[in-house]
């Protein structure tokens, strides 16, 4: 079974800076999906950023990248040019190669914005 | 669009009742899911359906049924509510298409409580 992990419960950053979240997983499949998915205090559950784990090339939406190492099985979120409205609950998420109707979550981690 | 409706936001069941959480989308799409999400966890499957008249369960599908009789609608049944049940729900709906057009949209959410 597939497994996700994030291990930040928790992280805050200033407005303007940079901050990187961390996420890892587990799956014995060669060909997957990965996404970052924001959820605000509205808990409205919104797409930031998508991967396809047979491209090297890293996604990029805006001021949102990731860092995306197949061989360590990890999937980093880089906000860059941090804004208020980016605090919220981010969640990692796996989903196997044509079935993204059953995605796996990790834990989530909650950030929050100074400013 | 609409996108993807969920109805009730709110509700508070006591213990052995029953109740129906409806889902519904407007944009054709063939799969949709459910989920729920616990404090301090991501989202888990609850059951999926590729089509209707085809669904299956997902990672906590027990207490839990699920029918799809019409592309646009995936209701969640409650048959005895237990306060285990207490959670967040979402609904989430995707096109059949494969590669990163198969993308889920989610819902808002329905809070439940059971005492």
């Known amino acids: 079974a597939q497994t996700v992990t994030q291990s930040q419960p928790e992280m805050s950053v200033q407005e303007a800076e940079t901050v990187t979240l961390s996420c890892t997983y587990d799956?014995?499949?060669?060909?997957?999906?990965l996404f970052w998915y924001k959820q605000p205090p509205s808990r409205q559950m919104i797409l930031v950023i998508r991967?396809?784990?047979?491209?090297?090339q890293n996604a990029t939406e805006n001021r949102f990248s990731v860092n995306f190492q197949k061989a360590a099985k990890s999937f980093s979120l880089k906000i860059s040019d941090s804004q208020l409205g980016d605090t919220a609950m981010y969640f990692c998420?796996?989903?196997?190669?044509?079935?993204?109707?059953?995605?796996?979550f990790g834990k989530g981690t909650k950030l929050t914005e100074n400013p | 669009n609409a996108g993807v409706t969920q109805t009730p936001k709110f509700q508070v069941l006591k213990t052995g009742q029953s109740m129906t959480l409806q889902c519904a989308q407007d944009?054709?799409?063939?799969?949709m899911s459910w989920y729920r999400q616990d404090p301090g966890m991501g989202l888990r499957l609850i059951h999926y359906?590729?089509?209707?008249?085809?669904?299956d369960q997902g990672e906590v599908p027990n207490g839990y049924n699920v029918s799809r009789s019409t592309t646009e609608d995936f209701p969640l049944r409650l048959l005895s509510a237990a306060p285990s049940q207490t959670s967040v729900y979402f609904c989430?709906?995707?096109?059949?298409?494969?590669?990163?057009?198969?993308?889920?949209?989610f819902g808002p959410g329905t809070r439940l409580t059971v005492l």
């Open positions: 799956t014995s499949e060669s060909n997957y999906y």
């Open positions: 991967q396809e784990a047979y491209k090297q």
């Open positions: 989430a709906s995707r096109r059949r298409a494969s590669g990163l057009k198969d993308t889920q949209y």
């Open positions: 359906s590729v089509g209707a008249g085809i669904t």
């Open positions: 998420a796996f989903s196997p190669q044509g079935g993204s109707e059953k995605l796996v």
């Open positions: 944009m054709n799409h063939e799969y």
